[in-house]
């Protein structure tokens, strides 16, 4: 198990299968074994639809997974990025950038990527490959903290990770670790997957990108594992959407991670229940709604429209909706923007439109 203190963490020696299991989290893993079963199933009856939605979860994937940790980058500027038909301009473009290349890597090769110390630390590498050299691909030099600033300012530690001197044999010995129980079979991979994000966030080997890399290896991992949901739903944003659950999931259950005393129940109910089980829902609905015709249109393009960025083009909703006539959206925005659900902020060839927040 490498050189870190082996009752720390959630991969020491019979951790994982001490760990309570309820009837709730059971069925929540059913069900999702239950919707991968469908995924070969829409694959082969609507490839055109799961293109589309496909291009529409890249962009979501890039800008909430930035988004989260405050980086952000104009519509239109976005768009450019995650094309890659333009160079980016700022420090928020560069890092942009390099999320994009990395899910690129990881959508067209995940069954080709060692999850081994190396490639982490390539991955992050990749992900600042934009910014000056040195500042990706390597471990912290320093001790961090998680922290939390309130509505008044005053911030408190909430977890104090590994320590950076102890990071490389943690890392070693997480991998180890998952590696061993991967092999042995025993674990249910979701939950086994879960406990790996949990740990490398609770390690938080770097001095910045943690989040997402750590949004970016469970992607690789459910991938390798067969839950393709992420390449057509974006978890990104579901974990944006429910970003209070998101962390405090991630408090319950690393409390007492250093002394090997902590529980994985919050944060397995919060990946399975919460992040994956919504995603596969989406998924099944998207398609359906859009293979099926089930609803009116109306509601097809309201539906795509609530999933894309703040703002958005007509083009951004028309690949959401293949099959719906550009004049039939065009009369819905219309209807949505007299209802007072999104409005034009920049009118012309280009129209920009906005969501109103909480309408959709």
């Known amino acids: 198990m490498g050189e870190g203190r082996p009752e720390e963490g959630s991969f020491g020696a019979g951790f994982i299968a001490r760990q309570p299991i309820s009837q709730r989290l059971l069925q929540t893993v059913r069900l999702i074994g239950e919707y991968k079963g469908k995924q070969a199933l829409f694959a082969g009856q609507s490839p055109q639809v799961l293109e589309t939605l496909r291009q529409v979860s890249v962009i979501q994937s890039i800008e909430s997974s930035n988004r989260i940790e405050g980086v952000t980058a104009a519509p239109n500027r976005l768009k450019e990025l995650v094309a890659d038909k333009t160079t980016p301009r700022d420090r928020s473009e560069q890092e942009i950038a390099g999320y994009r290349e990395v899910l690129k ?193 109306g509601d097809i393009v309201k539906d795509v429209i609530a999933r894309l960025p703040m703002r958005f083009q007509l083009a951004d909703v028309e690949r959401g909706c293949p099959g719906v006539a550009r004049s039939t959206i065009q009369r819905i925005m219309v209807a949505l923007r007299d209802e007072g659900s999104i409005r034009c902020i920049k009118a012309g060839r280009d129209a920009l439109w906005e969501k109103t927040a909480g309408t959709l």
Not at 129 to 152: C, H, Y
Not at 211 to 231: I, K, P
Not at 233 to 247: A, D, K
């Open 105 to 297: 890597t990881i959508h067209q090769s995940a069954q080709d990527i060692p999850l081994k110390t190396r490639v982490v630390l390539q991955l992050h590498r990749d992900l600042y490959k934009f910014l000056p050299a040195g500042m990706g691909g390597r471990w912290k030099a320093s001790d961090n903290s998680i922290t939390e600033t309130d509505a008044v300012g005053h911030t408190r530690v909430r977890f104090k990770p590994v320590a950076a001197h102890r990071t490389p044999a943690a890392m070693d010995a997480l991998h180890e670790g998952f590696a061993h129980l991967r092999d042995e079979g025993e674990v249910e991979p979701i939950l086994l997957i879960a406990a790996y994000v949990l740990d490398f966030l609770c390690i938080h080997p770097f001095p910045d990108g943690n989040g997402r890399m750590a949004r970016l290896l469970a992607l690789l991992l459910l991938y390798q594992s067969g839950y393709e949901v992420g390449r057509y739903i974006s978890l990104e944003q579901i974990i944006e959407r429910t970003r209070e659950g998101y962390y405090e999931a991630l408090y319950k259950s690393s409390q007492g991670w250093h002394e090997g005393t902590h529980t994985l129940i919050p944060w397995w109910e919060y990946f399975t229940g919460v992040m994956l089980l919504t995603a596969y829902r989406d998924f099944e609905q998207r398609v359906g709604a859009i293979v099926r015709k089930r609803g009116a249109k």
